[in-house]
Nanobody, 124 residues
């Protein structure tokens, strides 16, 4: 069973950048769809980016965020540029099946394994 641990969150000014990292233990990401999912206070969780053999992005982060993974498939990253206060949230790394007949990669219900999350706060 894969375990996930996020790092890299913090406080940044609007327009700044952060890079989140997600480390796997107990396995690799090779058989999983991986995603970064965020939840802001009072809001629903949303998938901001996902990666299988291709990448997927929420409309609100396209052109600003980039998801990637290393060749060993034990690390997943989220490079976040041009951050705005609306990006303030707790960001979770999550893993789920690459193939599902019921959920797309944009659905939080797809993901079975979650990290503890890392807080990102963007000040105006």
């Amino acid at each position: 069973q894969v375990q996930l641990r996020e790092s890299g969150g913090g406080v940044v000014q609007a327009g700044g950048s952060l890079r989140l990292s997600c480390a796997a233990s107990g396995g690799t990401f090779s058989n999983y769809a991986m995603a970064w999912i965020r939840q802001a206070p009072g809001k629903e969780r949303e998938v901001v980016a996902a990666i299988t053999w291709k990448t997927f992005y929420h409309e609100s982060v396209k052109g600003r965020f980039t998801i990637s993974k290393d060749d060993a498939e034990t690390m997943v990253y989220l490079q976040m540029n041009s951050l705005s206060p609306e990006d303030t949230a707790r960001y979770y790394c999550a893993a789920g099946p690459q193939y599902s007949s019921t959920h797309s990669v944009y659905s939080v219900e797809l993901y079975d394994y979650w990290g503890q999350g890392t807080q990102v706060t963007v000040s105006s």
